[in-house]
């Protein structure tokens, strides 16, 4: 195994035995207090952040357990930071993570009175006339997971693009002893963050010369689509050794179709899940590594940013810096930009210590 995925591999189970663990992904490696919203009027008693804004958060799509975590009160996401800020928080989106399906929901938002809006890109472009509308009418937009660079205020990376796809090549390389035939299962052509990461992996593909990617389908985040390309896999490439899918609805899709096939231990699936969906998959041998970040942590920075940056507390400009609650300190980067953190590396190690 090469010394730089070693050490990758090493870092989540350092990280798991810690009591606090879904809080490491925060960028100043310390936990927080949570923020409170004890404040009234137009301000809160701690960073006078204002109260009573109208937050839309507004995912590539509803319904996919991925932003159900980022997003919702339950998890910890998006949704209950604004609670505890005291926003008026609404998650809204289509049912299909296109264009065609979530520009609705954006333009009901800014309908309806919104300040601010945390929306998860389902192309770099096509929502770039509504969503620079909304920043002209003086809407914050901040894009998370998923970014659209010519038309937001800041963006919340959830991890390096660079250190996402070059890590997947890595795991995979080191399971298939850097041989043999792959494909990727992504999720969307147009998805910004995917074709990135993409990118990413094609470069790192260089340094294994004895593998080949033999081509890249699309599930479109659907699970019913998900399984029929990942079962197309199966059948059109019978030297297959292994399945990237840097898509949580992909890699569970994959994992189960070859899980269910005569090619489970021949084909191998790697790319980004969560872990309570994956404890199976890994427990059989399906999958032998794969990553993630907190999503409800992508979503509760997200979210506290677009109140600091709507509450003209913090600008997008490199170097301002804030408190987001229980996640710690943050600061602006280069290209508008804030970054969550690290991925976790997950194996049959430590997975049974994670739950989300």
């Not at 470069?203 to 019913?224: A, F, H, R």
């Amino acid at each position: 195994m090469k010394g730089s995925l070693r050490r990758v591999l090493l870092l989540p189970a350092v990280l798991a035995t810690a009591s606090v663990v879904l809080a490491a992904c925060s960028s100043s490696g310390t936990s927080a207090p949570a923020a409170s919203s004890s404040s009234s009027g137009s301000g809160s008693s701690s960073g006078a952040l204002k109260t009573g804004l109208k937050v839309f958060v507004i995912p590539k799509n509803l319904g996919n357990p991925y932003f159900t975590t980022s997003d919702s009160v339950k998890s910890g996401g998006a949704l209950a930071a604004l609670q505890q800020l005291g926003e008026t928080g609404s998650e809204t989106s289509g049912t299909a993570a296109t264009p065609a399906s979530q520009i609705p929901a954006i333009q009901a938002a800014v309908a309806k009175g919104a300040n601010a809006l945390v929306v998860s890109a389902t192309d770099p472009s096509a929502l770039c006339p509504t969503l620079n509308a909304a920043i002209k009418k003086g809407i914050t937009v901040v894009t998370y997971d998923s970014d659209a660079p010519a038309c937001r205020t800041l963006f919340v990376n959830q991890a390096s693009t660079a250190q996402i796809g070059t890590s997947e090549v890595s795991l995979l390389a080191s399971e298939i002893h850097d041989s043999g035939q792959i494909a990727i299962l992504s999720a969307t052509a147009s998805a910004p963050n995917q074709n990135a990461w993409i990118g990413f992996m094609k470069q790192e593909l260089t340094k294994y010369p004895k593998m080949k990617l033999v081509t890249t389908v699309y599930g479109n985040d659907d699970p019913t689509t998900a399984t029929q390309v990942a079962q197309g896999l199966l059948q059109h490439y019978p030297n297959l050794k292994g399945i990237i899918s840097p898509t949580t609805v992909g890699i569970l899709a994959a994992a189960q179709v070859v899980s269910a096939s005569s090619r489970r231990g021949k084909v191998l699936v790697t790319g980004l899940g969560t872990p309570d969906s994956m404890k199976k998959y890994v427990s059989d041998g399906t999958v032998k590594a794969f990553e993630l970040w907190n999503p409800a942590n992508l979503g509760y920075l997200a979210a506290y940013a677009a109140v600091e940056l709507a509450s003209k507390k913090i600008t997008n400009a490199t170097g301002q810096s804030f408190t987001a609650g229980k996640l710690g300190k943050f600061t602006v980067g280069a290209g508008h930009t804030i970054l969550l953190g690290p991925p976790f590396v997950f194996s049959k190690s430590n997975i049974s210590q994670f739950n989300f």
